[in-house]
């Protein structure tokens, strides 16, 4: 079973094998092949249909876990940033630092790498809620509380320089009065449409400039086969408006209190991983101006042919490769991981796209390849957009997975 996998700047897997996956946006790759090994990984899981939901305290409602941030502070000084979450996010079991049980929020760890007291964060959070369904009342009631768009008025309220978006993970559920239904994925797709278009407004009239909105989706190991569905469609139409979309490996089942939200460990990793998925650190540290400087969470290992010639890993030994694999010339990232799949006795088919983005869409299309949010070595990683330092830009960027660390 081949992957061709599906990453971003921390990377997700496309296994190839025959199957279907939501596909999305961007990808491809240069003529100057730069290898990366990402610290993190994936975010896409293999597609499945709803089931009726069973028992999950704490992801859908319970909480009713909103901050309603003072609009006079933090002060006038000191970087605004305003958080919209659920459950993962919600001040019912996390805070700016660890107390009386609570656990410090993964949102905490980004104000200490941006330098920012992460008390001076504002949060509206409610669990159980998604741009889809409603969250839950103090009684535990779901469906009887917000949406994400419910919430928007928090923009004007707080004035942020700086916005985190943590949603998804509850919009596998619709709700049906006031209990859970599995979602019609037409009717996601309507909600996630709308609530886009009304942050972009709500962004615009408030003088939030769209790359400082950062869209992300945090999961865990419960529900993981319906991630990709959620993440993919997100993951568009942030982009689609101009959003920086944060890509994120789901968590570990260790990493997790209950499959779902993050324990201390899996907090931190969480917050980290925003780190070097994105530049939140600079652009909260700055004000909202962002830099073009080098993701934390990925190491150049080599840059270009005669360099990479020189690594000992077999994936890389351009010199073997021949001129022209899956009728992509040499030299690209695109022609190495064509090499390195061939070289293991893979069967696939011609790609004639000249983009990885492209590429991609008919491995897809050619139901030779899956997403995966659950990478092995010897996956194909993709990124929508080249990780910063490396060329290939809006083109994307790919490579073979290697190895895939402790917290996937």
């Known amino acids: 079973m081949l992957t061709w996998a599906a990453s971003f700047a ?10 279907a996956a939501s596909a999305d946006d961007e990808a491809v790759d240069p003529s100057n092949p730069v290898v990366v090994e990402p610290t993190t990984a994936p975010t896409t899981t293999p597609t499945t249909t709803p089931t009726a939901p ?15 941030p003072d609009p006079a502070a933090p002060g006038p000084s000191a970087p605004r940033v ?12 996390y805070r700016a630092q660890a107390t009386n049980g609570l656990i410090k929020a993964w949102w905490a ?6 330098q920012l007291d992460p008390d001076q964060v504002m949060v509206s959070a409610e669990a159980g809620s998604g741009i889809v369904t409603r969250g839950g009342n103090n009684r535990g ?12 008025a928090k923009i004007a309220e707080t004035r942020p320089d700086v916005i985190m978006v943590e949603v998804g993970r509850n919009d596998i559920w619709d709700c049906a009065g006031t209990r859970r239904v599995p979602v019609d994925p037409a009717e996601r797709r309507f909600m996630a449409s709308a609530y886009f278009s009304r942050l972009a407004q709500e962004a615009d009239r408030n003088g939030v400039a769209r790359s400082k909105v950062y869209v992300m989706t945090a999961w865990g190991s419960h529900h993981s086969g319906k991630q990709v569905a959620v993440t993919t469609l997100y993951e568009s139409y942030a982009r689609a408006k101009g959003f920086t979309w944060v890509p994120l490996a789901a968590l570990p089942e260790d990493q997790t209190l209950d499959g779902v939200h993050p324990n201390a460990r899996g907090a931190r990793t969480l917050g980290t991983s925003v780190l070097q998925a994105s530049d939140l650190a600079v652009a909260i540290s700055s004000r909202g101006q962002r830099s073009g400087t080098v993701a934390s969470g990925a190491s150049v290992r080599c840059q270009g042919i005669t360099a990479c010639k020189k690594l000992k890993s077999p ?13 992509v010339t040499g030299p690209s990232a695109r022609h190495l991981v064509a090499h390195a799949l061939t070289t293991r006795g893979a069967t696939a088919p011609i790609l004639k796209a000249t983009t990885a983005r492209d590429g991609r869409l008919d491995a897809l299309a050619f139901g030779s390849a899956v997403e995966t949010a659950h990478p092995k070595a010897g ?3 993709w990124w929508p957009t080249a990780p910063a330092g490396v060329r290939g830009g809006s083109a994307g960027h790919v490579a073979v997975v290697e190895r895939v660390s402790s917290d996937n």
Do not use: E, N
């Not at 069973?54 to 319970?62: F, K, L, T, V």
């Not at 760890?109 to 941006?114: E, F, I, K, S």
């Not at 994936?315 to 009728?327: E, M, N």
């Open 315 to 327: 994936t890389w030994a351009y010199a073997k490769a021949p001129k022209r694999v899956w009728g």
């Open 379 to 381: 996956d194909v990683a």
């Open 82 to 93: 305003l958080v919209f979450g659920d459950s993962i996010s919600a001040p019912g079991r």
């Open 109 to 114: 760890y980004v104000a200490d790498g941006a």
């Open 10 to 19: 921390a990377a997700a897997s496309l296994v190839m094998a025959p199957g």
């Open 54 to 68: 069973p028992a999950d305290p704490g992801s859908g409602g319970g909480q009713g876990d909103v901050i309603v």
């Open 141 to 152: 009631v779901v469906c009887t509380g917000s949406t994400f768009g419910d919430r928007l």
